[in-house]
């Protein structure tokens, strides 16, 4: 048995929807996929199409794009987290975002094709998926309001109380464009100069 998929599931469920009974835990299992990664490898390329929404067993991984030449991150998702292209997913059309593994470890897929057949018949997956989906949603609002009222260090010191792996585990350089900011500023805000 693979005590990996077991906890990863249990994080990611406890995640989103805590109540999740253990029948719905194992149908979640039982259409997972593992893949090992390798730091720097980029598990979804620009172009691509998304098939599977990703629970992150082991290891740290981003999304980002491209804008002006630069890469910019938009989300970290490591042990028991969540990630997914959501546009390309749900429109079956090629992304602009790009998922790279930030370290060696694990993901499993979870192909939503096949989750949306579990959904149609199990209330328990149903609603695993809704919360993932409201999840998603209120990241990103919370995300473009942060962008748009707070400053540089209010950003960094949400970052450091939601989220202290990013900043132990993450490049600087990542974490710096993740929060809209040069690594100059970033250290300025670390050093306690901003």
Sequence with gaps: ???????????????????????GRRQIEG???????????????????????????????????????KDVTEHFSYEGCIVMCIESLLKQEPTRLMIEALEDGTVYQLNYNKLMLLAE??????????KILEFSLITSQVKADS???????????????????????????????????TPETLSRVRSGVL
């Design 121 to 130: 018949t199990s209330w328990e997956v149903n609603m695993f998926y809704r």
């Design 147 to 181: 962008w748009r009222f707070e400053t540089a260090r209010e950003r960094y010191n949400n970052l450091m109380q939601a989220q202290p792996e990013v900043i132990k585990r993450a490049p600087l350089s990542h974490i710096a464009s993740y929060l809209l900011m």
């Design 31 to 69: 259409i997972l996929v593992r893949q090992d990664i390798t730091k720097g490898e980029i598990i979804l390329d620009e172009g691509q199409i998304s098939h599977d929404i990703l629970l992150v067993g082991k290891g740290m991984v981003r999304q980002f794009y491209y804008k002006n030449g």
């Design 1 to 23: 048995m693979d005590t990996l998929l077991k906890e990863t599931v249990n994080l990611a469920v406890n995640s989103r929807y805590p109540g999740m009974n253990s029948e």
